[in-house]
């Protein structure tokens, strides 16, 4: 099976590299959703998932991100 897209993670001063991902569309959720796998390979560390606190793998611990809101 072909990969559906390629995708990466841009923040404002920080970009992952680009990875093949498949994509599912559901009109049953209203937010973007992403496996394990997809996050791993997006070097995404996930710091707290309430908050919506992230950063990328190879930064310091300290250098946390906020997810960005839907712009709809």
Avoid: N, Q
Avoid at 8 to 29: G, Q, T
Avoid at 37 to 61: C, M, N, T, Y
Wanted: net charge negative; hydrophobic share 45%; proline share 4%.
């Amino acid at each position: 099976m072909r990969s559906a897209a390629r995708v990466r993670v841009v923040a404002e001063d920080a970009e992952s590299d680009p990875v093949e991902a498949d994509i599912v569309v559901s009109h049953l959720v209203d937010e973007p959703l992403i496996s394990d796998v997809l996050a791993g390979r997006l070097s995404i560390a996930v710091e707290d998932f309430l908050e919506g606190l992230w950063r990328f793998r190879w930064e310091p611990k300290e250098k946390t991100r906020k997810s960005e809101r839907r712009a709809f």
